[in-house]
């Protein structure tokens, strides 16, 4: 990125998202021309514009033309941009690049049909750009995006004597912001429109408007330079400042500077470290535990012209930008994040789906990364340019700048009111719908006169052959076996597959629609079965998952693209004593027209009643398979000479602690029936066969892993922990284990190991972050938690737990897994409190033991600074024990720093292992 940006909108947007195109045709030009080429070159665009005028009218030169145009689209002035742009484009040897601006500034204007014409010209030349993708789409996307205005209130702000003000930010019973109001006592006008630079302000607000005159932000903040926009982090202040005065020649570079507040005034300003030369940084924003800062910057190695990017801080020190990633960034611009709490950003793009100039978007942050983008709309989002979006500490009153009023270079500040609910905890849809269609299309072709296949669908009922329609009677848990039968006999003959089915309780969100749609043909959406018990539903909002949101119990929609999207209904009711709302989200595979042709598929008719359809991936279509016949499994040994009836070798093979005696090897599945049906006549009547792979049984072991749903399948997923439990000499245990919402702290599910060999299942939904644990006598407890909330795969997860017993106390720490800080925090999250709870109960019930709490940390920051952290941590601990009633006497806390890593600290996953916090139960004396 080889050009230079400066700040906010008019004189910030308009050069931040400028690109500089010389057009000068060498030695002879004109000296009016050769004046205005200057201006151009020095982004001197409104001192420009006049000169180009006269050359135009002498000369009609065709880069006059094109010049003139790209001044009024980087001043902002699109109607004179579409004018000019309309001519230029028609000049020869005319770059693309003027077919994407005259695109822009055409959707700024409103015309979207015409700037569809221009990007589809623009692309075919840059078929690698997703501007122009992303913008082709929100062109034919404007309508809906124009659609929902139920959303938001908005209104504008009054700032008597202002005359652009922009970038609000709520601080102390009022609004900072940014205005280029011309100061008297300086005259320091900006070439780039006209306007004077940049400054401060902070103005007291009433009812959500201006109280009396804003005035200057004092102290050393405010300089010759353009100073803003800035942001707040407790007695921090981080602005953009540009590098050159004003009325210097040349491109100005923008940095980000911090000041501290003493005494009402900001002093010591300082430029921040990772800020280097020859690039801008700006429009920086501090997350709510201030250590993390998003700004822009026009770096190398970038998406786009000005990308997004992320810095943390480590006591005094701040790491070094990382780019927010393809998810965030376009080829175009990203500008002006704000955050909103630490897991919510808003910034404001020309790359994305929008409806023309810069929109405001929202992104989420999970798994260590931000993404889900959307458009929150009309009317928050306009087809000029908004931008610079903050909410107040109640997260329903926000401000934000846009030009909307259609003056040139001119912003105003806007109020808007949030409508639909702020925030609303999400859960993944769950049909009522009990009737399933479930099918094996892929299982090998069987001798129907001797084999038949038969689904055992877990509730007592059987149905020959490849496909069975069922409908159960009540939600809950199945295990469905896809078995193969002895058709003469009955018996079984071979399992060719088991999974489970889990069929939870209805939502109370529920969104009624099929789980695949047709690019360019409306989609039904129904909420009309939803339901709030002891309220009365008075809003349905839908997210669509595309960037639209629409409201209402009944809608429709049109996809445009294919893909996965999640849509997401938020039900809304009031009671007599409280209001009430809900939320569910569901997965809409949206594929194109024509390979719906191609399958025969039609979308399904709104009304219809819902199915499921389900394939298996078998145990008999893996690779390697042979088959044998399993005679007897047994706890003890069987002497060989009990199967010397059947006149073959016997192998005994050894799984876990049973004993499996098996006769044959066989590559095809009916090769083994001769010697399953002798095995019968000979006494052998629990006979089977069982699958071998690399000479391993895998028959019922491991059948459950295959479960490979189809295309268009939407059986909700569940995730499987498997695993052991033993004592510290490997000896089974029957012990309960305990699974519990760490949200909600809520129990939800129990089950007891085997007491054979410790052999335990837990089912837990998707959707949700789990804590388990166990309890028993005479044993120290064990606890571990599972994020589910993003997973969508079936998936199989194994943990062999072993149990300490009390009179081991002291040998080693044990890892408190279900603790929960904020990144570089040490305030516990309530999602910790069920954790701490058991400890306590223990501890009060074993009043002569004692613990060493224990923080640690991985390598990043500093010792001293990580010591401190883990120190806190381990206080935090120590603190919630004694407030339980626990005695402060019984309990040491001690903080180990990044002295201790369980892991080398090379990797993410290292590091989230190191950071931790343990329990050391000391011996009793």
């Keep these: 990125m080889s050009y230079q940006q400066s700040i906010l909108t008019g004189i910030l947007v308009g050069l931040v998202i400028g690109i500089i195109l010389p057009c000068t045709d060498g030695f002879g030009q004109p000296m009016i021309r050769k004046k205005a080429d200057k201006f151009f070159s020095r982004s001197d665009y409104h001192k ?71 990007l589809k010209k623009y692309s075919g030349s840059a078929p690698d750009d997703r501007r122009a993708k992303h913008l082709l789409r929100a062109s034919r996307m404007a309508d809906q995006l124009k659609q929902d205005s139920s959303n938001y209130q908005v209104s504008r702000m009054e700032f008597p004597g202002f005359p652009s003000v922009l970038c609000p930010l709520p601080y102390r019973e009022g609004l900072i912001f940014v205005s280029n109001r011309y100061n008297f006592m300086i005259n320091r006008r900006f070439n780039y429109t006209g306007y004077s630079s940049l400054d401060l302000y902070h103005a007291r607000l009433e009812d959500g408007n201006i109280s009396g005159k804003p005035r200057l932000l004092q102290g050393q903040i405010n ?70 800062m998003i700004f822009a910057a026009d770096l190398p190695g ?122 609303v905890p999400c859960e993944p849809f769950r049909e009522q719908d009990l009737c399933f269609t479930i099918s094996e299309e892929s299982s090998q072709d069987l001798d129907t006169t001797i084999l038949q296949y038969e689904f055992d669908l877990g509730d007592g009922t059987k149905v020959r052959g490849k496909r069975a329609y069922h409908c159960y009677q009540q939600t809950g848990v199945y ?39 047709i690019t360019g043909e409306p989609l039904v959406l129904d909420a009309s079965m939803s339901a709030l018990p002891g309220c009365q539903i008075t809003a349905y909002h839908w997210d ?83 088959y044998t016949i399993e005679l007897a499994s047994v706890d ?38 001769p010697m399953f049906v002798k095995a019968k006549q000979r006494g052998f009547r629990q006979a089977m066969v069982k699958a071998l792979k690399n000479n391993q049984l895998i028959t019922e072991e491991d059948t459950t892993l295959f479960l490979k749903p189809t295309e268009d399948a ?32 809520q129990i939800i599910g129990r089950t007891t190991s085997n007491a054979e060999d410790g052999s335990f299942t837990i089912e837990l939904e998707n ?92 390598n990043l920051g500093t010792s001293a600074y990580n010591l401190v952290l883990s120190k806190k941590r381990a206080n935090a601990v120590k603190h919630y024990l004694i407030d339980q009633g626990c005695n402060e006497s019984n309990i040491i806390a001690v903080g180990y720093g990044s002295s201790q890593p369980m892991n080398a600290n090379l990797t993410d996953d290292d590091r989230r292992q190191n950071r931790r916090v343990s329990i050391k139960w000391l011996p009793v004396k």
């Design 479 to 517: 295990t469905l076996k896809l078995n193969v039968i002895d058709v003469l006999t009955n018996d079984l003959y071979f399992n060719e597959a088991t999974y489970e089915l889990v069929i939870p309780e209805p939502s109370a969100a529920y969104i009624h629609s099929p789980d695949t749609a």
């Design 714 to 745: 939407s059986l909700y997923r569940v995730t499987l922990v498997k695993g052991t439990l033993t004592d510290e000499d490997m000896n089974p245990l029957e012990v309960e284990i305990a699974w519990e919402d760490l949200i909600k702290q």
């Design 302 to 423: 970038g998406y786009g012209q000005m990308d997004l990017y992320v810095v943390h801080r480590k006591g005094e020190q701040w790491s070094n930008p990382v780019n927010l990633g393809p998810a965030i960034n376009t080829e175009g611009n990203e500008v002006f994040p704000v955050f909103n709490g630490n897991q919510r950003l808003y910034f404001s793009s020309d790359g994305h789906i929008g409806l023309g100039g810069l929109d405001i978007y929202e992104a989420s942050y999970y798994r260590d990364k931000w993404d889900h983008v959307i458009n929150p709309g009309y009317p928050l989002n306009s087809n000029k340019d908004d931008f610079s979006l903050s909410w107040d500490s109640t997260n329903t009153l926000g401000y934000f700048s846009s030009n909307r009023s259609g003056i040139p270079g001119m912003d105003e500040i806007y109020r808007i009111k949030r409508m639909a609910p702020a925030e």
């Design 636 to 673: 003890t040994p069987i002497p060989l000479k009990e199967f010397e009836s059947l006149g073959e070798p016997v192998t005994v093979r050894q799984v876990s602690q049973q004993y499996h005696y098996t006769v044959g090897d066989y590559e095809e599945l009916l090769a083994a029936h």
């Design 544 to 626: 669509l998952g595309d960037g639209y949101r629409l409201t209402g119990e009944k809608v429709m929609h049109t996809y445009r693209d294919t893909g996965l999207v999640s849509v997401r209904l938020t039900v809304s009711g009031d009671s007599a004593h409280f209001p009430c709302q809900t939320c569910s989200y569901k997965p809409v595979r949206v594929i194109a027209s024509e390979a719906a042709e191609a399958l025969g598929f039609t979308p399904q008719k709104p009304g219809e009643r819902l199915r499921k359809l389900q394939s298996l991936e078998t145990i008999s279509r893996m690779q390697d398979i042979h």
């Design 223 to 292: 300089s010759r330079f353009h100073d803003g926009p800035a942001t707040i982090g407790g007695e921090m202040i981080y602005f953009t400042r540009s590098n050159q005065a004003p009325d210097q020649s040349g491109m100005k570079q923008l940095s980000i500077w911090s000041a501290r507040l003493s005494g009402g005034s900001w002093i010591q300003t300082e430029r921040l470290p990772f800020v280097k030369d020859a690039h801008s940084y700006a429009h920086p924003t501090i997350s709510a535990d201030g250590n993390w």
């Design 48 to 118: 420009a514009i006049p000169y180009y005028i006269t050359d135009i009218a002498r000369h009609q030169h065709p880069n006059s033309v094109k010049n003139l145009a790209a001044c009024y689209w980087h001043t902002r002035d699109y109607d004179l941009a579409v004018h000019w742009y309309s001519n230029a484009v028609a000049t020869e040897n005319c770059e693309p690049i003027h077919y994407l601006h005259y695109a822009q500034a055409l959707m700024s204007a409103g015309n979207y049909s015409l700037a569809e014409e221009w």
């Design 767 to 858: 959707g949700r972050i789990y804590g388990y644990y166990i309890e028993m006598d005479d044993y120290l407890p064990y606890s571990n938690h599972l994020d589910l909330r993003w997973e969508t795969k079936h998936i199989v997860l194994r943990d062999s737990i072993r149990l300490l017993r009390f009179k081991d106390l002291g040998k080693d720490p044990q890892i408190l897994n279900n603790l929960f800080f904020g990144f570089d925090q040490y305030t516990l999250e309530p999602a910790s409190y069920s954790e701490l709870a058991r400890v306590a109960a223990l501890l009060k019930r074993n009043l002569g033991s004692k613990i060493e709490i224990a923080g640690h940390t991985d």
